[in-house]
């Protein structure tokens, strides 16, 4: 009897200078690991979110996408339906692509992050300050929301309701003991830059939790960890978000 041909399923991550990502890593490995030999991931590494169609035109079996800085709200325009956490959340990281070749888009950073910061939180840890206002930070707001945890931006400009970086003081600290840094700042190869404030005002009783994970130690977190901090990369979160992403795609 003939052997049945599995048919060929393509995935990726859409972004900017996404040659060090972890995605394909961690795919590439997980399809050898479970002999899924039917399945790629491939980088498309896109200078503008315009190029965006080109992908589908270029490759066939296409059934579904991770999406990284810069494009995480860009690309909403893009797809024919939201999930209704993706719609809440305004910020797309997962596509999948269906049968009738519509694109629906989700996001599992919420889902990613929310699993990694929860098994550190104390009784104190109410209060977030989330560095940087990108599609990023909108998956971090939505899962700190979710787990009852109060939080204010910080940004280079910021609005009205918005904290700037120069307003960070002792008196913020006192009230804020988790930070989020959901910048690319420090991000290789540029490990010697952190988000610029004093880091003395950390303690103890405060996380430092970086989405970067690359180095796996960045300067944020390094100096954080000097004032004897919580330090946290984003390795674990990109470890959740893949495998929901995975989840999404494989949905009977």
Not at 8 to 15: A, R, S
Not at 167 to 196: H, M, Q, R, W
Request: charged share 30%; with cysteine; net charge positive.
């Amino acid at each position: 009897m003939k052997k049945k041909v599995k048919k060929q399923k393509k995935y990726g991550l859409v972004g900017k200078d996404i040659s060090y990502s972890f995605s394909k890593k961690h795919f590439t490995e997980k399809f050898t690991a479970y002999h899924f030999d039917n399945c790629e991931y491939l980088n498309f590494d896109i200078s503008s979110i315009k190029e965006f169609p080109e992908i589908f035109a270029k490759n066939k079996g296409l059934k579904g996408l991770n999406v990284t800085i810069p494009y995480k709200e860009e690309i909403i325009p893009y797809l024919d339906s939201l999930s209704k956490n993706a719609k809440k959340i305004g910020s797309v990281n997962t596509i999948v692509i269906n049968k009738q070749k519509k694109l629906i888009g989700y996001n599992t950073d919420f889902y990613g992050f929310k699993k990694s910061l929860k098994p550190l939180l104390e009784s104190h840890h109410t209060k977030a300050l989330i560095l940087g206002t990108g599609g990023a930070s909108k998956g971090i707001a939505f899962a700190l929301k979710k787990l009852n945890i109060e939080y204010d931006f910080v940004s280079r400009n910021p609005n009205e309701f918005q904290i700037s970086y120069d307003e960070i003081d002792s008196a913020l600290f006192e009230d804020y003991s988790i930070i989020i840094n959901t910048t690319p700042v420090g991000t290789f190869p540029n490990i010697e830059d952190c988000p610029k404030f004093d880091y003395s005002l950390l303690s103890k009783k405060h996380i430092a939790f970086d989405l970067v994970y690359n180095p796996e130690e960045s300067m944020f977190l390094k100096k954080a960890k000097e004032q004897g901090a919580i330090t946290k990369n984003g390795y674990d979160m990109l470890v959740f978000q893949a495998e929901k992403s995975w989840k999404i795609w494989n949905k009977k």
